[in-house]
């Protein structure tokens, strides 16, 4: 057989010889040309899978998402498969660098951590909700031995509700720096439940008061300072400025009469919507993408300006009250989000501010002592489509001058 085979071998023409030859040539090219588009096919497959690891998906916006180079952690999305129309958006648009922008996460904060991509505008209106009750007593008089009080015993039970609406527009000025601004709308309302006790009172007195209007308007600024990226850690830089738009706490009527039955000083008739002073609050937030959760924490430090001769508003007419200098705000938050799907995402946080004493006429106001806030955080958010998430956030006062619970609800929209 084999002297067979060689003899048909030794039959061919030259001219056969010639054409098997250049069709083993051609298929030989043909299999390494396949084999360059294969390798050529995983590396781009690999590059657009790192693209979308780091920077979540392009068509969410952190939270307010509240972003695109960070700002808002709102919606820390991974993706695991990229879909045709996702790999045909990154080649259209290289806005910016896949290791300089960093995963999104569920907004729990006020401060949004991933920003607005250059050119792009998102717009935010949001509601949120507080509610708080403090008790007090209040004792006018003497103790003459440990166990007997002369003089008058009031004790009181405050219970708050605010509704917060607000609207707010960010503009990303390059993939590094946006702006932002913020228009509040509050409504407030107040219930007093009150009982002077060794006076002859039966009964509680209830007083209420309500006051609604625009708050105090913001801006703020911020920029990302490095190129992070997977275990890497992403420095944002923030400077908000605050005014004093809202009625402050010196305009509204402030009832300061007396009654024998009574103890009703410095009631206020009608609640303010505003703090009263300008403020200026730098701070920086750093974010850590680490597989399979995003770590984020703040530092702030909020100065209020002082106001010189301020005057309160009462029904026995202007007080003048001087100058005064409210204590600053040491503020810090931290916390983790995590993905639950591609279009689902959960945080939880702390948050926590040290408000300083106040000083009037340069001295200490009485009765001023430093106030800590503290609230633990708790969010979700759900990507609907490619320009719209909605954010859902509750918090849960852990100090007693902080706000029992704290509801709030985003709905950012990228244009």
């Given at each position: 057989?084999?002297?067979?085979?060689?003899?048909?071998?030794?039959?061919?023409?030259?001219?056969?010889?010639?054409?098997?030859?250049?069709?083993?040539?051609?298929?030989?090219?043909r299999?390494?040309?396949?084999?360059?588009?294969?390798?050529?096919?995983?590396?781009k497959?690999?590059?657009?899978?790192?693209?979308?690891?780091?920077?979540?998906?392009?068509?969410?916006?952190?939270?307010?998402?509240?972003?695109?180079?960070?700002?808002?952690?709102?919606?820390?999305?991974?993706a695991?498969?990229?879909?045709?129309?996702?790999?045909?958006?990154?080649?259209?648009?290289?806005?910016?660098?896949?290791?300089?922008?960093?995963?999104?996460?569920?907004?729990?904060?006020e401060q949004?951590?991933?920003?607005?991509?250059?050119?792009?505008?998102?717009?935010e209106?949001?509601?949120?909700?507080?509610?708080?009750?403090?008790?007090?007593?209040?004792?006018?008089?003497?103790?003459?031995?440990?166990?007997?009080?002369?003089?008058?015993?009031?004790?009181?039970?405050?219970?708050?509700?605010?509704f917060?609406?607000?609207?707010?527009?960010?503009?990303?000025?390059?993939?590094?720096?946006?702006?932002?601004?913020?228009?509040?709308?509050?409504?407030?309302?107040?219930?007093?439940?009150?009982?002077?006790?060794?006076?002859?009172?039966?009964?509680?007195?209830?007083?209420s008061s309500?006051?609604?209007?625009?708050?105090d308007?913001?801006?703020?600024?911020?920029?990302?300072?490095?190129?992070?990226?997977?275990?890497?850690?992403?420095?944002?830089?923030?400077?908000?400025?605050?005014?004093?738009?809202?009625?402050d706490?010196?305009?509204?009527?402030?009832?300061?009469?007396?009654?024998?039955?009574?103890?009703?000083?410095?009631?206020?008739?009608?609640?303010?919507?505003?703090?009263?002073?300008?403020?200026?609050?730098?701070g920086?937030?750093?974010?850590y993408?680490?597989?399979p959760?995003?770590?984020?924490?703040?530092?702030?430090?909020?100065?209020?300006?002082k106001?010189?001769?301020?005057?309160?508003?009462?029904?026995?007419?202007?007080?003048?009250?001087?100058?005064?200098?409210?204590?600053?705000v040491?503020?810090?938050?931290?916390?983790?989000?995590?993905?639950?799907?591609?279009?689902?995402?959960?945080?939880?946080?702390?948050?926590?501010?040290?408000?300083?004493?106040?000083?009037?006429?340069?001295?200490?106001?009485?009765?001023?002592?430093?106030?800590?806030?503290?609230?633990?955080?708790?969010?979700?958010?759900?990507?609907?489509?490619?320009?719209?998430?909605?954010?859902?956030?509750?918090?849960?006062?852990?100090?007693?001058?902080?706000?029992?619970?704290?509801?709030?609800?985003?709905?950012?929209?990228?244009f």
């Amino acid at each position: 057989m084999l002297c067979s085979g060689l003899a048909q071998g030794a039959d061919l023409s030259f001219e056969q010889e010639k054409e098997l030859r250049s069709q083993i040539n051609e298929q030989t090219k043909r299999l390494e040309a396949l084999r360059q588009q294969m390798v050529e096919a995983d590396a781009k497959l690999a590059e657009i899978r790192k693209v979308l690891g780091i920077e979540t998906l392009r068509s969410t916006r952190g939270g307010t998402g509240n972003s695109a180079t960070i700002k808002d952690p709102q919606s820390f999305e991974l993706a695991q498969a990229p879909s045709s129309t996702q790999t045909e958006a990154l080649r259209r648009e290289p806005t910016q660098p896949a290791e300089s922008r960093p995963q999104q996460v569920a907004q729990i904060f006020e401060q949004p951590g991933v920003l607005t991509p250059r050119g792009k505008f998102v717009l935010e209106p949001g509601l949120q909700y507080s509610y708080s009750s403090s008790s007090r007593v209040s004792i006018v008089g003497y103790t003459i031995i440990p166990a007997l009080t002369i003089g008058l015993i009031d004790v009181r039970e405050v219970k708050r509700n605010t509704f917060t609406g607000s609207l707010t527009g960010r503009w990303g000025i390059t993939n590094r720096f946006e702006i932002e601004a913020k228009l509040p709308y509050v409504y407030r309302s107040d219930d007093v439940l009150a009982r002077p006790i060794n006076s002859g009172s039966g009964r509680d007195e209830l007083f209420s008061s309500t006051g609604n209007g625009i708050g105090d308007v913001e801006v703020t600024g911020r920029y990302q300072f490095n190129d992070g990226g997977i275990d890497k850690p992403y420095y944002i830089g923030t400077l908000r400025f605050k005014s004093r738009t809202g009625k402050d706490p010196f305009e509204v009527l402030t009832d300061t009469s007396s009654s024998p039955n009574v103890i009703s000083n410095e009631i206020q008739k009608e609640l303010p919507t505003g703090s009263g002073f300008y403020t200026l609050q730098p701070g920086l937030t750093m974010l850590y993408p680490t597989d399979p959760a995003v770590f984020f924490g703040s530092l702030n430090y909020q100065y209020n300006f002082k106001r010189s001769g301020v005057t309160m508003n009462t029904t026995q007419g202007p007080v003048s009250l001087g100058d005064i200098e409210p204590g600053p705000v040491i503020g810090f938050n931290f916390g983790m989000g995590l993905a639950l799907n591609e279009r689902s995402s959960f945080s939880i946080g702390y948050d926590h501010a040290s408000v300083g004493q106040t000083k009037i006429n340069g001295v200490k106001a009485l009765n001023s002592v430093r106030t800590q806030l503290g609230t633990l955080l708790l969010g979700y958010s759900q990507r609907l489509d490619s320009t719209r998430s909605l954010n859902v956030s509750v918090g849960a006062g852990v100090t007693r001058d902080t706000p029992d619970i704290t509801l709030s609800v985003r709905l950012p929209m990228s244009f």
